[in-house]
């Protein structure tokens, strides 16, 4: 079976566009003095998407590996079979990982330059010892410091240990993003242009879509101006890869296939775009690209189901 086309790293939207087409919104409940400086410069750089993390077309992937670094179930044998032997035969001679660590390879049959294999913690298992969240928050960072050592200028993780080692989605994507903007703000990440978060889950997805704006907010327009001067996000969402995640990126956790999957499972929809001949000609204003009924559908069903997470949250629980 031919393997779809790789989605470039031009066509991967970042947060700043999805907040400026309401995929992403503010934080409306958080306290403005507890939230971080908003930064067009940071806004630009993150990107958040679901999709087959084999398929993308950037410098490197974070792969979520176990200590042998020899392949296993979800991600990380979805990886090993994309990459072909030559990645086995590599990641032999690297003699392991230690958790909370990572090490990098080549990418071989796989459409980047290399593969960072991150050892992500077992929750059950290090909670207790409160050693989970320093050992997450330690395959980021050293991700991260591999990409820069090694002059990449794209990084896409997968959703670490939030398969079948248990790591909650929402704490999972709390401490990624913490790690993550903490190592932009220490001016670690100058050099790269594009930091992604690839989930597989719909249930990592929409932590990522809730937490976002905790830890990157919007900047906002004051006067027709931002109140940061950054890069120009660019105003036209990418077009949206037609082909779903492939049944091997599944982590090992959720056995369905795609086309059986439950609603937890099941790829989230994402939006199309009206084409050229059904979209007005751009105005000078260079406005965002108007979108489809069907996009806005499909990020009113997603705004709606994050505004139902926290409706349920806020609910007070009734004794029997």
């Known amino acids: 079976m031919e393997r779809p086309e790789p989605l470039p790293l031009s066509e991967i939207p970042t947060i700043t566009l999805l907040y400026k087409l309401k995929h992403l919104v503010a ?15 940071f806004n630009d750089k993150i990107s958040v998407i679901r999709h087959d993390i084999t398929l993308l077309e950037v410098d490197s992937i974070v792969n979520a590996a176990n200590e042998s670094l020899l392949g296993g179930g979800g991600v990380d044998g979805a990886i090993h079979r994309a990459a072909g032997p030559d990645l086995f035969d590599e990641c032999e001679e690297l003699g392991g990982c230690a958790t909370g660590f990572a090490k990098i390879t080549n990418g071989y049959e796989l459409p980047v330059k290399k593969v960072i294999h991150a050892v992500g913690p077992v929750y059950w298992f290090t909670k207790k ?65 594009r930091i992604i978060f690839c989930n597989f889950m719909e249930k990592d997805q929409l932590a990522y879509y809730q937490n976002i704006p905790k830890y990157f907010p919007p900047v906002v ?78 990020a009113k069903e997603t705004t709606e189901k994050v505004e139902e997470l926290k409706e349920a949250e806020e609910k007070p629980k009734v004794d029997p």
């Not at 993780?157 to 220490?186: H, I, N, W």
């Not at 890869?241 to 994402?270: F, I, N, R």
């Open 27 to 41: 934080d409306e409940d958080a306290d403005p003095a507890t939230l971080p400086t908003p930064s067009s410069i």
């Open 129 to 193: 010892d409160g050693m989970a969240g320093q050992l997450l928050s330690g395959c980021y960072r050293r991700s991260l410091e591999l990409a820069v050592e090694n002059g990449l200028q794209s990084i896409a993780f997968s959703a670490l240990s939030t398969g079948a080692y248990g790591y909650p989605s929402d704490e999972a994507a709390q401490c990624a993003l913490e790690t993550v903007r903490k190592f932009m703000e220490e001016g670690q990440a100058d050099s790269l242009e």
């Open 221 to 298: 327009p004051e006067n027709g101006e931002a109140k940061e001067i950054g890069k120009e996000a660019d105003i036209e969402l990418p077009d949206v890869p037609t082909s779903e995640p492939v049944e091997d990126g599944q982590p090992e956790a959720k056995k369905q296939k795609v086309t059986e999957a439950t609603d937890e499972s099941a790829p989230l929809p994402e939006p199309k775009l009206a084409t050229e001949e059904t979209t007005k000609p751009a105005e000078k204003t260079e406005k965002p690209a108007e979108l489809s009924t069907a996009a806005e559908a499909t």
